[in-house]
């Protein structure tokens, strides 16, 4: 096996689960290193593994997305990784956004207990709750609390009557049921939101400022990322058995559904995840659970719960739909990968 370099990228940024403002400078520090097969020529990989380094390098999905680091797996480890291009690896840390809203779901939900959560905390995690912020203003500043960041001076969340009941993709869910649990928290330092986050998951993600945004501030690396979907499907969370209750329509043009970046067909939203599908021969199946980050990252786990996988990469200047083309690479990807032949 081959390990990965000795540095990863710090970024020094402010996040949002949809955007960003101002960024500081990054730092390099030294790497966990991570093991995870990899070919170094045609000669050492797999049928399958070309076909997956082909597609990464060739379809048509991928070639627009610039450098990214890809992965598959079991709840055994990795099977196979790759970075495209130079700079990012396993251990290259970036903002995950909108992937953080399943860290958070499956924390809050190990932490109360499924059987424990009332109709009012189902709502804020598949996002039908009627809570939405009112401003995409940065969680970023040091020393903020989860509760400011809930406030005036940053996302400004208010309730919303009328958009009770109805799937409404955004932040403010999640920050409120977060200002009623850890509303003390900072980003950083003692009893910072990640020391919570990381005890009830058995994760190792890094701490930021921005993790007070807890539906979209969070960063870490595909590593740091695969010891929360390894967990996941060997059925170490609450949430790891609740993967498709709560769930409710969230595609456009979908029942009771008021806002949704989805646009990839029909999908579902459960607790704190998309729920996505394939329709064939007229019926609707599960076919995986993702949370796709709006600069690029984008995690996956498969319905049969024994497959996970990871495309890790961050744009942010000039972002547009990133998580979305990032799904539609992975998966090509994936495809090639499990058939053993290249994907347009």
């Keep these: 096996m081959k390990r990965y370099g000795r540095t990863y990228l710090i970024w020094a940024c402010g996040l949002l689960a949809l955007g960003s403002i101002g960024c500081g400078s990054m730092e390099e520090v030294p790497a966990p290193t991570s093991d995870v097969p990899q070919g170094t020529s045609r000669a050492a990989l797999t049928v ?78 598949n996002f039908t709750s009627g809570f939405i912020d009112e401003s995409t203003t940065l969680c970023g500043d040091a020393g903020t609390t989860v509760s400011e960041c809930y406030g005036p001076a940053y996302k400004n969340v208010s309730y919303r009557l009328l958009q009770n009941g109805r799937f409404f993709y955004n932040g403010g869910h999640m920050q409120k049921l977060a200002l009623d649990d850890i509303g003390a928290r900072k980003g950083t330092g003692v009893a910072s939101v990640m020391d919570w986050l990381n005890a009830w998951l058995g994760t190792p993600l890094p701490e930021s400022d921005s993790d007070v945004a807890v539906a979209g501030g969070f960063s870490g690396s595909a590593a740091h990322y695969r010891t929360f979907l390894m967990k996941l499907i060997n059925n170490q969370y609450e949430l790891s058995s609740k993967l498709t209750v709560d769930a409710v329509p969230s595609w456009q043009g979908g029942p009771n559904v008021s806002s949704t970046p989805w646009t990839a067909g029909q999908a579902y939203y459960g607790l704190g995840h998309w729920i996505e599908g394939e329709t064939v021969n007229g019926v609707w199946t599960v076919t995986g659970h993702s949370s796709a980050g709006a600069f690029g990252f984008y995690p996956w786990v498969n319905a049969a719960k024994d497959r996970y996988m990871l495309l890790a990469r961050s744009r942010q200047l000039g972002a547009n739909e990133e998580g979305e083309k990032s799904r539609a690479c992975a998966q090509t990807i994936r495809k090639a990968y499990e058939l053993g032949v290249p994907q347009p």
């Design 48 to 125: 399958n593994e070309q076909a997956a380094l082909d597609t990464a390098n060739t379809s048509a999905s991928c070639q627009p997305l610039g450098n990214f680091y890809w992965e598959i797996g079991t709840g055994a480890g990795p099977l196979y990784g790759f970075p495209r291009g130079s700079g990012v690896s396993a251990t290259t840390v970036m903002p995950i956004a909108s992937a953080s809203k399943w860290l958070y779901a499956g924390a809050y939900v190990q932490s109360k207990g499924y059987a424990n959560l009332g109709p009012d905390e189902k709502k804020r995690l």
